[in-house]
């Protein structure tokens, strides 16, 4: 996997993926940005919420879950010093659908967190404390 990250102007960053996206990063007026994008560490929070709910969606889709809407909040907290590295995470779903079964996603939340999701496993290695819970909505 390669990436570029390329310096516009100020602290506004453009990052383009080898599978052809790309994304403006950009600072607070603070540190002499526009806010014109997240910040970094921002972008590292939503990677980590993208991967965990593509491992939910995914191993609920297997085990026949009528899901209808997935959606991963997440609160974090950083050190006080530099680097300000995150410190804890936590996940919460919320996973709306029909019939859908709280042992199945408790299973998902697990595998997710425990073996598939790339980004938590690094991050929770990194000495990140990484906690996770779920709510279901059935209709």
Not at 37 to 65: H, N, W, Y
Not at 78 to 101: C, M, Q, S, W
Not at 114 to 139: P, Q, R, W
């Amino acid at each position: 996997m390669q990436t570029s990250v390329h310096w516009l102007e100020n602290v506004a960053f453009e990052a383009k993926s080898e599978s052809g996206h790309q994304i403006v990063m950009d600072g607070s007026a603070e540190y002499g940005g526009e806010n014109r994008g997240p910040r970094p560490m921002e972008l590292i929070l939503m990677g980590l919420g993208g991967c965990a709910s593509f491992d939910i969606v995914t191993i609920l889709k297997k085990s026949r879950q009528d899901v209808t809407d997935v959606i991963c909040q997440l609160q974090a907290e950083r050190a006080d010093t530099i680097p300000a590295v995150f410190t804890k995470i936590h996940l919460h779903f919320v996973i709306t659908g029909h019939e859908v079964k709280e042992k199945q996603v408790a299973k998902a939340v697990e595998l997710s967190a425990e073996k598939y999701c790339s980004a938590s496993k690094m991050l929770a290695d990194g000495g990140v404390e990484i906690t996770h819970d779920f709510e279901i909505i059935n209709v």
